[in-house]
């Protein structure tokens, strides 16, 4: 069995020009995060007092509990990743290139909005969906703008893909 090691901007399915898209860890999950628990334990604070004895305790309990949920829920650890985006529509991971699957296309169900752009990605071989969520702090803004345009092109059904 042969075996051919591919450059990282090139694969044998797909041979139309690609761009290298740098995703870094958003701010944005996290601050979501404080500021929907920080409601909630604030909404437990505002209760109506003394409706029933051990009040005070219940509202405590209520407000550790969804500290620690709200700390288990907080994402830290993210690593800057990196997608290949060709102007088919599809996009790849590196370690997908290296084994040899294809790669995902991106659906007229994807959204655009302010500052977030929302993707729903479908396997060709196996109709298998996915979805990705990128922020525009994580991208460069020339990245940011490339796949707004091709969600768009996608979404106005300017461009037909397989």
Not at 75 to 95: A, H, S
Not at 127 to 133: G, H, M, N, V
Request: hydrophobic residues 40%.
């Amino acid at each position: 069995m042969k075996t051919e090691i591919w450059p990282p901007w090139w694969t044998p399915s797909l041979s139309v020009s690609k761009h290298s898209l740098h995703i870094r860890p958003s701010a944005w999950p996290g601050r979501l995060v404080i500021l929907l628990f920080a409601t909630l334990i604030g909404s437990v604070w505002l209760w109506q007092p003394y409706i029933f004895t051990g009040q005070a305790w219940a509202q405590l309990g209520v407000s550790l509990f969804l500290l620690a949920a709200g700390w288990c829920i907080y994402p830290r650890g993210e690593k800057t990743q990196r997608l290949w985006l060709d102007e088919k529509g599809q996009i790849q991971w590196p370690e997908a290139v290296t084994e040899g699957q294809a790669g995902w296309q991106i659906t007229s169900d994807s959204r655009v909005m302010l500052g977030i752009i929302w993707l729903t990605l479908r396997n060709p071989g196996t109709s298998r969906r996915r979805w990705l969520t990128l922020y525009k702090d994580s991208l460069s803004e020339a990245d940011f703008r490339r796949i707004c345009r091709q969600v768009r092109r996608i979404q106005s059904k300017e461009y037909e893909y397989e």
